[in-house]
Each structure stands twice: as structure tokens, then as C-alpha cells.
């Protein structure tokens, strides 16, 4: 009886009352033959218990405890402490959906800020309420150029995240869009492949900037190719990085999408975060998720709705932009006050720290003998090495350590070579940028000795 | 307590211009000598200014406009709205998992895989099914999710199938899903007990039926009984048989439906193990399948060899990866915390008091407002407001308004859309003798007043933040992003 309130008095009163005999049967309508399944379960836990346990369990996860480089998408950044105390209030975080607007303007006014904020980080006219994450927000987008240009073959740079790419595998397979990478050319994308590749049929291109590999992409060079093109120009943004960046709406792009999770969501290895999704003007009504704007109430006071319904699953059935119901609300209402508190001054400070931050692991790390940078490109605040040694031992050997020195890129996975993919924020210090050019050389030191022998 | 009245958008409390640091100052290159200048912003983004004073009591001020489930009785049918237990919330933010990084690799976080294992096993359990993945971010996502793997199998066996079955009962996520992986639907007509009409179901069972999706319990809250019937037709002509979990709070522990003959099946972690919504997520929607389905799993899969966990990308048959990491663990870890503290018996009885308290409001309510169907239900209930004679103009929105006015959430209204001035009612397991007792005596007293003044009655609510908005205009000439430009 952990959370029920009725006294056993009150369950039998409520079975007199149904003229019942036993709990058993309020569910005779089930066939015998279902009931009573044997279940292998252990037993429950008091509160007390499962707090001893989790900790234990917690304690397991040795990856939290280690000095971390790791970046990929999801970025150690600074949460004012705030973000968490609002976001715990039972009247955010136990709130239904906003279905009924009269008594949720708070989470839809909150949703419509974030919309504002979302457009102007990114310099767009408009955004949804959010998705599931960043790699769902950019297949999703794909699908919404292919509805709003009728066409069926996206064009995506091989320089996007990987795992971004392997989930628009998964959803492009479904209506059966073709999808076709754009090679990379030391790092950055290939503009003579997507030149020549960039066809009548193309509903868009997709490219994020800055990119897997830290790159900042030539960017001013793309609008001039979609020139009397109907394809559409597509951006995964990271909102962090549009502190100093600047907006993928001033370089051209037409629909901007991402992951909120630099912007005041904590790792939590991989989620719950949120995606975003925004767009010019004349592509609103091809968004898919909610989207909520102003009304005027009976006395004409404002407040806001859930509005452009008739795009969605639970009015369209099957004829719905998709089928998605939520958009990570608590996520997104984290990503709303984080920017909030941190305001346009804050954002620029972090944003432009994490990059000094990375210039500075990058020339330590540069220094250490054989390590040498994958790419010539300008990069912002994550970068690509080769190493003198197998990066997979070298990183085994340095999370002995307790350092995350950066993420494995394997081979033909991400980019042709192999290396490691190193990040900085503004939570670096000096001293973990020095404990990091320590650990990495030590490791590479003990790998080429046992290598030899 | 009444909500909070007007608050002022960021927008218009914004200052303009000052803000704060929050981070030490390092020294280092100036910017514009790292970054080539093209790529900078000519000047910061168009963000406001507020203090943290002044932006905690907005925020303060407007989740005081929401009502939530910590504030009172939340009726929404087919929503579960029950309490949200506080000790799942804090445990899953306990540091070793929060700041746990995706990428460190699967040696890194073998605490949090082995969790994601155990409740994998633990939902395998409960709905009775040979493997379950974590991976889906919510029940849409988790629909998603099974068809794509429905696909995939008929498409591994040379099966050509392009339609997906649905009963007119169902939820809008059904055929927008099928819509989504490339099927038509069609629907599956109700019988007059409210049940799927197995004669139509035959009818409209082929060779290119791939799957028909199921609620069970359905949304009228009543339990398939011919559920084994209708399995066997449906695998007789080659199909699958898909479970939509939304209902599976009003049975967990009591029948599964892996034994009903469900191949796919995905679980609402926020309905059944009550994880708070959010507003409107972040959820999670687990996929459990049959062993002839397991090749087709999405990736990663977590794997386990002797003590070890490990997350394997390579499944050649697999649909492929569903969100950019491993779907959303915060809100897994919440369910863990919840189930371990119930354990079988603890689950199971939820389930028993979420139907004695659907059963008891049902009791009071219907000689006021007609059942849709009077037969036992389950969790949930429908009545119908359609009768003109008896209600006149009032109808199942008015009575909603004036429980929002009196203090409740409303039910949920006009769903499913095979009743007419549906009211669909779900209490959960949480709710109290007296607050059921409440409830139904403010409903009745609604409708005596709404018979003694209908146009007052017709126009609430008045006590909310706002009264009833204009969405037509909303709609008509969007305004989605503060005009105000700094």
C-alpha cells in the first residue's frame, strides 16, 4: 500500500457498495485463463531501502565520477541552480498536458516564451514546442522539407553527427525518402559534391554547424547554391554555441533544429532531453508537434492555446504531420528558464569561454609529441586528433586514470581516419586542461611501450 | 486555492540591457582571434534581461497558473494522472546518473546499464513478452517503434502487406503511426458492447493485413473478452497483434497481455509507473515483443555477458536507431525506483484500486449522467452527455468548465469520438474515498444548477486565470512568437 490512501474499512465499504465480494472481483470479466500469471519479481523495497540501493548502483557508474572531454552532442555546461528549483515544482512537473487552457496558462505561456526564444537564438519566425531530441528534431525536419517541397530525397553532410544520421535512416526509411551524404573534405563538407549533387528532385540539405567534429562549416558559401532551387536549406543548430555564433538564419537557413540539452539540461547519459524545431514563416503549418500562440479570452484578456491543432495526430488520425504527442515539456521549460537566468551576457560569456577553453586543450594536447590535429579548419569548442597510438587503448588507459579524454572516432565510421574527438566548456579550468595533456600523454606513452614488447 | 491572474511575458519584463556573469573570468585569446569573424554574431542574441529575482518569481508565477495532479483530483481519462512519487525524482537525480555523459562508454556506466537491463527484465514480466527495449522517448515514439518491427518482419519473410488495423475507438496515435511507417489504416468497427465487433475484424482480415493495434482494456475502459478470439483470427491470416500500453495500468500484475497473444507491445512508463508528465513530457515508451520479433529490435541493445553490460550497435535485421543516445534513461530510472518499491504484489494492487475507484465513481455518478456502456468496466469509464431531453443545451464541455471552476481538472471530453458528448473518466488508484464522494456530489450539484440557470452554466469558467480563449482566431491568425523586438 505504498501510495494508496484507502483504509482497508474504506476498500470493503466501496465493495459493499458495488455489491462485491473481494478486489478478485471487479475483474471477472477476464478470462480465467489469463488471470494470475506467474511474475518473477522481487520483493518490494521501503523507501529507505531503494535509497541505499540506488546510491550503490549510482557509485557503479565510474564514468560520472571521472574529469570528462567528452562532447558529441551532449556538453557539460553550467546550470544555475534555479533551472532546478523551478523545474521541481509540483505545478510544473505534475501538470497534464495543456489540453485545458484555462488552467494551464503557466506551462503555455512558458512554451510561448520558449517559442521567442527559440526563434531569436536561432533567426527563424517561429518554432514548435519541442521534440524528443536533437537526432529526432533533424529527421523530423527532414520530413517536414520533404512534405512541404512534395519531394522525396534529402541531402545530408557526412560531417552531422552520426547517431543524428542513423536515426533519419530510421525514420526516412519508413515513407521510403531517399537519403544522400555529402562527403566531407578535410572536415568540413564538400561544397563541388553538394554542388553537383544538389538536383530538382532534393527537398533539402542538412548540415550542423559547428559540426561532429567541432569544424565551423563555410556556411556563408551554401545560400548561394539553393538560388532558385526549391530545395530547402537545413541547420541542426548548438543553441549553446548562438551565444557568440551567429544565427543559421542569418547564413540562409530555412529550418533550424537541434538539441536543447546544452542549455540547462544535465547529461543524465543520454536523456530525458528535448529537440527543437523552428522555420521561416511560409513552412509554420508543416511543423510537426505542438506549437502554441496567443488568444484573446470571452473578456478580451491575452492568454495562449495549443493553436495549428490540425496538423496533429490526436485531430488528423492518420493524416497527421507525425505521430508525435509530446515535446519533452519539463525539457523545454529547463532550456526556457536556463536562458532566462543566463540572459543574452550570460550565454555570450559561457559560450565564449568553452571556445577559449578548447583552444587551449587544443594546443596542450597539440603539443604532446606525435598528437597531431585531424583537420586544418577553424573548430569551436571541440576538436578532432590523430594519435600516435590505437585510440581506443590510449582512452582504455587514461580512464584508468580517471580522465574521459574524448570520444573514440573509429575508421570509416565518422571520418576516414581514426582519432579522438576532444571537447572543452566553460567548466574546463586551466588546471583540467593541464590534467588532461597529462593523462593523455601518459596513456600514450604506456600504450606505445606495451605495444612494442 | 484560485490560480494566479496575469503575468507579464520575459518579454515585457525585460530590462534591455545589463545581465550578470555566472563563470570566472580565465583570460585567454580574444574571440575574434579564434574564430574567423564571418562565422560571429554582430551583436548577442536577442535574449531578456531579467534578474534571477525577477525571473524565479515569474516562473513562480506561472506555474501557480497551472493546475497539476499535486493540487487536486485529475480525472483525465486515458491521461493517468496519479500521484508522482517524490523519492523517484530525487534518486534519479542523484549525481552518479546525472552527470553521467553518453558517450563514456559502456565500462563507464555499468550502473545505470545494469538498471536499464533489470527493468528491462522486470517490464518483460509484467506484460508478459520475451524482450523489451528502453530505447523509445514515449508512447508515440514506442508505436513507432513496434510497427517499424511489424514491417520489418513481414519484409524479412517476403510478405507484401500495406495495411494496418485499427478500431474506431482507437487513440489518434494508431493510425498516425501506421500513417508514419507507410500503412494505410482502416478501421475496425465497435460492437454494441462496446468491444471490437469480431465479425468486421474478420471482414476486413487479408493477406495484406500487417497488423491490427490494440487497446485492452479499451478506451471505454472495458476489457477485450473475445481478446483470444480475436488473437487467433488475427495471426490465422498472417498478421501481428499490437498492444498499445496505454491501458495497462487497469491490469498489470492481474493478466498480461503477452498471454492474451499480443506479439508487440509498448508501455507508457508515465501512466502504469508514474512518472510525472511534465506538462507534457518527457515520458518514456518501452517496446516489448515476442521472440520472433527480437532480431528487429531498434539499437543500441544492452547486453549482459557474465557480469558485464555491454551496448551493442551491430543487429543486421534491426530498424535502426530511434534518438540520438539510448532514449530517455532519467525517466526509465524514475519507473526502476517505482516498481522495485512495489514489487509484484504492491503493482498488482494498484491496479485492483484503480478499478474499485473507476468502478465506485462510476457507481455514483451514472443515475446522474448515463454510462456509454453499463457494464463492469475497468480503470476507466464513459459517460454520455448526449441526451437533449435530459441536459438541454449543457453539454460535456459546460460540465468540465465548472469542474475547473469548482476546484477539479476536468475530464477528458468528446473522446473516444464514438460517443457522442463523451466525458471520460479515470480517478487512478491514488484518489481517496472522500475525494471520489466530493467529486461526484460537486458533478451532481453542476448539473442542478446548470438545470436552474443554463446560460451562467454555459459560459464558465469564471474563477480561472483566463475565460474560455478564442481558439478559432488563434489558429486563423497565428501568433507564435512574441512581437515585441528588442
Redesign the interface.
Known amino acids: 500500500m505504498v501510495f494508496l490512501p484507502h483504509t482497508p474499512g474504506d476498500t470493503q465499504d466501496m465493495l459493499n457498495t458495488l455489491g462485491l465480494k473481494s478486489v478478485d472481483d471487479l475483474f471477472s470479466m477476464i478470462p480465467a485463463k489469463l488471470k494470475n500469471p506467474p511474475i518473477e519479481f522481487p520483493p518490494a523495497l521501503t523507501e529507505m531501502e531503494i535509497q541505499s540501493l540506488m546510491e550503490s548502483v549510482a557509485a557503479q557508474n565510474r564514468g560520472a565520477q571521472c574529469l570528462s572531454f567528452l562532447g558529441g552532442g551532449a556538453y557539460q555546461h553550467f546550470i544555475p541552480q534555479a533551472v532546478f528549483a523551478l523545474i521541481s515544482r509540483g505545478d510544473f512537473s505534475t501538470a497534464y498536458t495543456p489540453y485545458q487552457p484555462e488552467v494551464s496558462q503557466g506551462t503555455l505561456q512558458a512554451i510561448f516564451e520558449f517559442q521567442t526564444m527559440i526563434s531569436r537564438l536561432t533567426g527563424m519566425s517561429a518554432a514548435n514546442a519541442g521534440v524528443y531530441d536533437g537526432a529526432t528534431a533533424l529527421a523530423e525536419s527532414a520530413l517536414m522539407a520533404c512534405r512541404a517541397t512534395r519531394k522525396e530525397k534529402v541531402l545530408v553532410a557526412r560531417t552531422v553527427n552520426p547517431h543524428y544520421r542513423r536515426v533519419m535512416r530510421t525514420y526516412l526509411s519508413a515513407p521510403g525518402v531517399e537519403i544522400v551524404e555529402i562527403p566531407a573534405r578535410d572536415g568540413a563538407v564538400d561544397l563541388e559534391a553538394l554542388k553537383a549533387a544538389l538536383d530538382d528532385d532534393t527537398a533539402a540539405f542538412f548540415i550542423q554547424q559547428p559540426n561532429y567534429f567541432g569544424v565551423l562549416e563555410p556556411v556563408d558559401s551554401l545560400a548561394p547554391l539553393f538560388e532558385g532551387k526549391k530545395a530547402l536549406l537545413g541547420a541542426a543548430a548548438y543553441p549553446h554555441s548562438l551565444g557568440v555564433l551567429k544565427t543559421p538564419g542569418a547564413w540562409g537557413a530555412q529550418i533550424v533544429c537541434g538539441d536543447l540539452q546544452s542549455v540547462g539540461i544535465p547529461l543524465s547519459f543520454g536523456g530525458p532531453y528535448s529537440g527543437f524545431m523552428a522555420c521561416r514563416e511560409d513552412l509554420v503549418r508543416h511543423l510537426p508537434g505542438r506549437i502554441v500562440g496567443q488568444a484573446k479570452d470571452a473578456d478580451g484578456r491575452d492568454g495562449y492555446v495549443l493553436t495549428l491543432q490540425t496538423r496533429e495526430q490526436h485531430i488528423r488520425r492518420a493524416k497527421a504531420t507525425s505521430n508525435i504527442c509530446t515535446n519533452q515539456a519539463l525539457c523545454a521549460l529547463s532550456a526556457t528558464i536556463f536562458l532566462a537566468m543566463m540572459g543574452p551576457r550570460g550565454l555570450r560569456g559561457a559560450a565564449a569561454q568553452s571556445v577559449r577553453q578548447a583552444h587551449k586543450l587544443y594546443d596542450a594536447l597539440c603539443s604532446i609529441e606525435g598528437v597531431k590535429p585531424m583537420f586544418g579548419q577553424p573548430f569551436y569548442n571541440e576538436f578532432a586528433l590523430e594519435l600516435p597510438a590505437p585510440a581506443a587503448a590510449v582512452i582504455a588507459e587514461a580512464k584508468k586514470d580517471g580522465v574521459l579524454p574524448g570520444i573514440h572516432l573509429k575508421a570509416g565510421e565518422a571520418c576516414d581516419g581514426e582519432g579522438l574527438l576532444v571537447c572543452a566548456t566553460e567548466l574546463t579550468s586551466d588546471a583540467d586542461v593541464a590534467r588532461c595533456k597529462e593523462a593523455l600523454k601518459n596513456a600514450i606513452d604506456h600504450v606505445k611501450t606495451h605495444a612494442v614488447v | 486555492m484560485p490560480?494566479d491572474a496575469?503575468?507579464p511575458?520575459?518579454?515585457e519584463l525585460s530590462h534591455g540591457e545589463?545581465?550578470?556573469?555566472?563563470?570566472p573570468e580565465?583570460?585567454?585569446?580574444d574571440?575574434a582571434s579564434?574564430?574567423?569573424s564571418?562565422?560571429?554574431?554582430?551583436e548577442?542574441?536577442?535574449?531578456?534581461?531579467?534578474s534571477?529575482p525577477e525571473?524565479?518569481r515569474?516562473?513562480?508565477?506561472?506555474?501557480?497558473?497551472?493546475?497539476?495532479?499535486?493540487?487536486g483530483f485529475?480525472p483525465?481519462g486515458s491521461?493517468t494522472?496519479?500521484?508522482?512519487?517524490k523519492?523517484c525524482?530525487s534518486?534519479?537525480?542523484?549525481?552518479?546518473?546525472?552527470?553521467?555523459?553518453?558517450?563514456?562508454?559502456a565500462?563507464?556506466?555499468?550502473?545505470?546499464l545494469?538498471?536499464m537491463d533489470d527493468i528491462s527484465g522486470?517490464l518483460a514480466?509484467?506484460s508478459?513478452m520475451d524482450k523489451v527495449t528502453t530505447n523509445p522517448?514515449?508512447?508515440?515514439?514506442g508505436?513507432?517503434c513496434g510497427i517499424?518491427m511489424v514491417?520489418a518482419y513481414h519484409e524479412d519473410r517476403g510478405d507484401d502487406r500495406d495495411v494496418v488495423l485499427v478500431p474506431d475507438s482507437a487513440h489518434?496515435?494508431n493510425?498516425?503511426?501506421?500513417?508514419?511507417?507507410?500503412y494505410k489504416?482502416v478501421e475496425v468497427k465497435s460492437n454494441s458492447s462496446g468491444c471490437v465487433d469480431l465479425d468486421d475484424l474478420k471482414s476486413k482480415l487479408n493477406d495484406k493485413v500487417a497488423a491490427l493495434m490494440l487497446t485492452n482494456p479499451n478506451t471505454l475502459g472495458?476489457?477485450e473478452?473475445e481478446?483470444?478470439d480475436i488473437a487467433r483470427v488475427v495471426h490465422e491470416a498472417g498478421a501481428l497483434l499490437y498492444y498499445d500500453g496505454a491501458n495497462l495500468n487497469a491490469?498489470a500484475?492481474?493478466?498480461?497481455p503477452g498471454?492474451?497473444g499480443f506479439d508487440v507491445v509498448h508501455i507508457n512508463l508515465h501512466k502504469t509507473f508514474?512518472t510525472?508528465?511534465?506538462?507534457?513530457?518527457?515520458?518514456?515508451g518501452p517496446v516489448g515483443v515476442k521472440q520472433r520479433l527480437i532480431p528487429y529490435l531498434?539499437?543500441p541493445l544492452i547486453e549482459k555477458s557474465g557480469e558485464e553490460y555491454t551496448l551493442n550497435y551491430d543487429s543486421p535485421k534491426s530498424?535502426?536507431?530511434?534518438?540520438?543516445?539510448?532514449?530517455?534513461?532519467?525517466?526509465v530510472?524514475r519507473a526502476y525506483?517505482y516498481m522495485?518499491?512495489?514489487?509484484?504484489?504492491?503493482?498488482r494492487?494498484?491496479s485492483?484500486?484503480a478499478?474499485?475507484?473507476a468502478?465506485?465513481l462510476k457507481?455514483l455518478l451514472k443515475d446522474h449522467i448515463p454510462p456509454e456502456i453499463d457494464?463492469?468496466g475497468m480503470h476507466e469509464f464513459v459517460l454520455t452527455m448526449k441526451d437533449k431531453s435530459r441536459f438541454g443545451e449543457f453539454n460535456a464541455m459546460g460540465l468540465?468548465?465548472n469542474l475547473?471552476d469548482r476546484g477539479f481538472?476536468?475530464p477528458t471530453v468528446y473522446?473516444p469520438l464514438i460517443v457522442k458528448e463523451a466525458l471520460m473518466m479515470e480517478p487512478t488508484?491514488?484518489?481517496?474515498?472522500r475525494t471520489l464522494e466530493e467529486f461526484a456530489a460537486t458533478v451532481v450539484d453542476i448539473l442542478n444548477e446548470a438545470a436552474r440557470d443554463p446560460e451562467k452554466a454555459m459560459?464558465a469558467?469564471y474563477t480561472?486565470?483566463?475565460?474560455?480563449?478564442?481558439?478559432v482566431?488563434?489558429?486563423r491568425n497565428?501568433?507564435?512568437?512574441?512581437p515585441c523586438c528588442e
Not at chain 2, 548577442?44 to 531579467?50: D, E, M
Not at chain 2, 530498424?319 to 525517466?331: A, D, E, H, R
Not at chain 2, 522495485?340 to 504484489?345: D, L, N
Not at chain 2, 480561472?464 to 481558439?471: A, C, F, G, I, Q
Open positions: 490560480l496575469f503575468e511575458s520575459l518579454f545589463g545581465g550578470r556573469e555566472w563563470i580565465r583570460g585567454g585569446a574571440l579564434l574564430i574567423p564571418e562565422h560571429l554574431a554582430p548577442p542574441a536577442a535574449l531578456p534581461v531579467v534571477e525571473a524565479v515569474h516562473f513562480t508565477k506561472l506555474s501557480r497558473r497551472n493546475f497539476s495532479i499535486e493540487s485529475y483525465l491521461c494522472m496519479k500521484y508522482n512519487p523519492i525524482d534518486l534519479a537525480g542523484l549525481p552518479g546518473f546525472a552527470r553521467l555523459h553518453p558517450e563514456a562508454g565500462d563507464m556506466a555499468q550502473g545505470t545494469r538498471l522486470f514480466q509484467i508478459g522517448c514515449a508512447g508515440a515514439h508505436e513507432f517499424l514491417r489518434g496515435t493510425p498516425a503511426t501506421a500513417a508514419m511507417v507507410g489504416t472495458l476489457f473478452k481478446i483470444l491490469i500484475g492481474v493478466a498480461r498471454d492474451m508514474s510525472p508528465h511534465g506538462g507534457g513530457g518527457p515520458g518514456a531498434p539499437t530498424i535502426g536507431q530511434l534518438s540520438t543516445f539510448y532514449g530517455n534513461v532519467g525517466i530510472l525506483v522495485r518499491m512495489h514489487g509484484k504484489e504492491g503493482i494492487r494498484n485492483e484500486h478499478v474499485l475507484n468502478r465506485y457507481h457494464a463492469p468540465a468548465k475547473i481538472h476536468a473522446f488508484e491514488t484518489e481517496s474515498k459560459h469558467p480561472t486565470p483566463v475565460k474560455r480563449l478564442d481558439e482566431s488563434a489558429a497565428p501568433v507564435l512568437v512574441h
